[in-house]
């Protein structure tokens, strides 16, 4: 039963919103306390998607809204025109964090991509001005600007846009002899880019032998390696980037989402050297790093300096595994469950927005992608009895489907 307050404005939407994201779930979230949520009507809600893995540390972390109130008091934006020293700070614990080299900062993750193969377009015609090509894997998403949807491996991202950006490979994910067959058959490839985990693609993960050849092949040939780590990095797998457990080190690292813990900022991540294709006037943002976008990532960067988080993470992902694989031995509909750290996926034989409306009205937020993958993206600092209520729910949801 949907409240008045909740039809006026679900009303409002459609009379002032381009209607863009279709049928919205019928909640409106007025607050936010540690790992729950709140609506218009003061339900409470466990929240196991974070915004789309954006809020990492919750709703109510005082450091970092301390950090926030103070920085809006003292000054917000300046512009790129001037020194910043929060961009500074970002930019360092991030290269203390992954690999040291040098961040650009933007505002989302497609922009970090965008500027990505913006880079590597340039480096690659700094060779010669026909290498300018970029692989990327069927099943990813990079984001919906024009270069980003062009890298984005799915026909529905891309369909009724056209033309697209030029030069981009789509080849099959974990296909190490494609890959192989494509950079021998042509010598224009600049760069690859790919996820290490295909987020709105399934929780699909990617094979570390295939990662560490394709990485050993590029090395040979010169291309260059970005990662996209929008929604896997600042924690998310249990490590500080996802790549750390590939035994491998990208040429760029693309962040946003959880990097800025709910105020948007992105980034661009790269090896000293390469830094110098995005040279002065080649590139630039009115908003991107921000003196308060960075207080914000700072907070956050630091939170997972100290490491205490990647213990709760990894006691937080036991728990849920072992948990949703005894209720797949109770039902018929669930292929597998997989992911890594606080980024799982429950592969269902059906299709699964049934089940995330079910959830929401018992008061827990999970998502559907890929039509029939639940997502499980809760905070990474959610306590264990926060998810235990939150898995006892979603228990009850898949046996009641099971009957």
Same mark, same amino acid.
Request: net charge neutral; with cysteine.
């Given at each position: 039963?949907?409240?008045?307050?909740?039809?006026?404005?679900?009303?409002?939407?459609?009379?002032?919103?381009?209607?863009?994201?279709?049928?919205?779930?019928?909640?409106?979230?007025?607050?936010?306390?540690?790992?729950?949520?709140?609506?218009?009507?003061?339900?409470?809600?466990?929240?196991?998607?974070?915004?789309?893995?954006?809020?990492?540390?919750?709703?109510?972390?005082?450091?970092?809204?301390?950090?926030?109130?103070?920085?809006?008091?003292?000054?917000?934006?300046?512009?790129?025109?001037?020194?910043?020293?929060?961009?500074?700070?970002?930019?360092?614990?991030?290269?203390?964090?992954?690999?040291?080299?040098?961040?650009?900062?933007?505002?989302?993750?497609?922009?970090?991509?965008?500027?990505?193969?913006?880079?590597?377009?340039?480096?690659?015609?700094?060779?010669?001005?026909?290498?300018?090509?970029?692989?990327?894997?069927?099943?990813?998403?990079?984001?919906?600007?024009?270069?980003?949807?062009?890298?984005?491996?799915?026909?529905?991202?891309?369909?009724?846009?056209?033309?697209?950006?030029?030069?981009?490979?789509?080849?099959?994910?974990?296909?190490?002899?494609?890959?192989?067959?494509?950079?021998?058959?042509?010598?224009?490839?600049?760069? @690859?880019?790919?996820?290490?985990?295909?987020?709105?693609?399934?929780?699909?993960?990617?094979?570390?032998?295939?990662?560490?050849?394709?990485?050993?092949?590029?090395?040979?040939?010169?291309?260059?390696?970005?990662?996209?780590?929008?929604?896997?990095?600042?924690?998310?797998?249990?490590?500080?980037?996802?790549?750390?457990?590939?035994?491998?080190?990208?040429?760029?690292?693309?962040?946003?989402?959880?990097?800025?813990?709910?105020?948007?900022?992105?980034?661009?991540?790269?090896?000293?050297?390469?830094?110098?294709?995005?040279?002065?006037?080649?590139?630039?943002?009115?908003?991107?790093?921000?003196?308060?976008?960075?207080?914000?990532?700072?907070? @956050?960067?630091?939170?997972?300096?100290?490491?205490?988080?990647?213990?709760?993470?990894?006691?937080?992902?036991?728990?849920?595994?072992?948990?949703?694989?005894?209720?797949?031995?109770?039902?018929?509909?669930?292929?597998?469950?997989?992911?890594?750290?606080?980024?799982?996926?429950?592969?269902?034989?059906?299709?699964?927005?049934?089940?995330?409306?079910?959830?929401?009205?018992?008061?827990?937020?999970?998502?559907?992608?890929?039509?029939?993958?639940?997502?499980?993206?809760?905070?990474?600092?959610?306590?264990?009895?926060?998810?235990?209520?939150?898995?006892?729910?979603?228990?009850?949801?898949?046996?009641?489907?099971?009957?």
């Amino acid at each position: 039963m949907i409240s008045q307050e909740l039809q006026k404005i679900i009303e409002n939407d459609k009379e002032y919103l381009f209607q863009n994201y279709g049928d919205r779930l019928p909640v409106s979230f007025v607050r936010g306390v540690e790992s729950f949520l709140f609506d218009q009507d003061n339900k409470r809600y466990i929240d196991f998607f974070s915004g789309i893995a954006v809020c990492s540390l919750g709703y109510s972390n005082k450091d970092y809204s301390q950090s926030l109130h103070k920085q809006i008091d003292n000054i917000i934006h300046s512009s790129n025109w001037f020194f910043n020293s929060e961009q500074i700070e970002a930019a360092k614990l991030i290269s203390e964090l992954a690999f040291k080299g040098k961040t650009l900062f933007v505002n989302s993750g497609t922009e970090a991509n965008e500027a990505a193969i913006k880079l590597v377009r340039r480096y690659g015609q700094s060779i010669d001005k026909e290498r300018y090509h970029i692989i990327s894997f069927k099943g990813s998403f990079h984001g919906r600007t024009f270069g980003s949807m062009s890298a984005t491996a799915q026909d529905k991202i891309q369909r009724g846009f056209g033309p697209l950006v030029p030069g981009f490979r789509f080849l099959p994910f974990n296909d190490i002899e494609e890959f192989e067959k494509e950079i021998i058959n042509n010598n224009n490839i600049c760069a @690859v880019i790919t996820e290490l985990i295909h987020g709105e693609g399934g929780i699909v993960l990617a094979q570390k032998e295939f990662i560490k050849k394709l990485f050993n092949l590029c090395k040979k040939k010169d291309i260059i390696t970005i990662v996209d780590e929008v929604q896997t990095g600042i924690g998310r797998t249990g490590k500080p980037f996802v790549y750390q457990g590939y035994d491998i080190i990208p040429d760029i690292l693309t962040l946003a989402k959880g990097l800025g813990g709910g105020i948007p900022i992105g980034a661009i991540h790269t090896r000293d050297e390469l830094s110098r294709y995005l040279n002065p006037g080649s590139h630039g943002t009115t908003f991107g790093g921000n003196h308060l976008s960075c207080t914000a990532a700072i907070s @956050v960067l630091k939170e997972f300096k100290k490491g205490d988080i990647f213990k709760n993470i990894e006691k937080i992902n036991n728990y849920i595994f072992t948990e949703l694989n005894k209720i797949k031995n109770k039902v018929t509909f669930i292929n597998e469950v997989r992911g890594l750290g606080l980024h799982i996926g429950i592969e269902l034989k059906k299709e699964g927005i049934e089940i995330v409306k079910k959830a929401l009205q018992q008061g827990l937020i999970i998502n559907c992608t890929d039509k029939r993958v639940l997502r499980i993206m809760p905070p990474l600092s959610i306590s264990l009895p926060i998810v235990k209520e939150g898995i006892k729910i979603l228990e009850k949801i898949f046996l009641e489907e099971g009957e």
